[in-house]
């Protein structure tokens, strides 16, 4: 299927943390796969949402911009997604990996997110896909205690693969650090239930900052 990355939610002050849910369905019908990422500081003063850009590629590499005003010490927090159970996603230099899920049943998807504290910011990154196509969003926040960024991350595999599912239910998270902010990543690939043009709601208690989609 058609893949696109989708959905980035906030909630709450303080370094950054990660949740993870996946979704996938059978054969030919789609089906989302959602990954929720938490993000979380030390410091008590709440980091605040820049902006975020978004891309994606029918094959190869997907260059995405740099969100809009990000400055240096600023922390940028990366999901891709690509169709396909076992492809890799490649970063640039200067990224970490935060973590990955792959689900070969059914249609199969892999999702992996980077993180980069802004340092002499090019206007944009090219991340690089296996094969064929995939999607990505960066998000940048300000007022992150670099020092220990990620404060936890955690992700789940939600569904079977047996069906189509419209929701997913994320593995909460236990936060090592009071104040965080956390974010909740969704990655889906494109099918009939889940249309280019659908649009995603984020679980109750979180801001929508992003909800994209590309062929």
């Known amino acids: 299927g058609v893949v696109y990355a989708a959905g980035l939610y906030w909630h709450f002050p303080a370094e950054l943390v990660i949740i993870a849910a996946f979704l996938v369905a059978a054969g030919t019908t789609g089906g989302k796969r959602f990954i929720p990422w938490k993000t979380a500081s030390s410091s008590h003063t ?10 994606a590629v029918v094959a190869g590499t997907v260059t995405i911009t740099k ?7 600023d922390y940028m ?23 990955v899920v792959q ?10 997110v980077f993180g980069k504290k802004a340092v ?3 206007a944009s990154y090219d991340f690089t896909f296996d094969g064929g196509g995939g999607g990505g969003t960066i998000v940048a926040y300000s007022g992150v205690n670099n020092a220990t960024a990620i404060d936890v991350t955690t992700s ?11 929701t997913v239910t994320a593995t909460g998270v236990t936060t ?19 249309p280019i043009s ?18």
């Open 46 to 55: 709440a980091p605040a949402f820049r902006a975020a850009a978004s891309a």
């Open 103 to 112: 689900k070969a049943t059914g249609d199969g998807q892999t999702a992996r």
């Open 198 to 215: 659908a649009a995603y709601a984020p679980p109750s208690g979180f801001t929508e900052r992003v909800d994209y989609g590309g062929g």
């Open 176 to 194: 090592v650090t009071d104040h965080a902010m956390i974010l909740w990543l969704a990655a889906a690939d494109q099918g009939s239930n889940h």
């Open 77 to 99: 927090v990366a999901l891709l997604s690509a169709d396909g159970g076992s492809r890799t996603i490649s970063a640039p230099a200067g990224w970490t990996s935060l973590g």
């Open 120 to 122: 002499s910011e090019g």
């Open 156 to 166: 789940t595999n939600s569904n079977d693969g047996s069906s189509s599912p419209t």
């Open 67 to 73: 969100p809009s005003g990000t400055v240096d010490n």
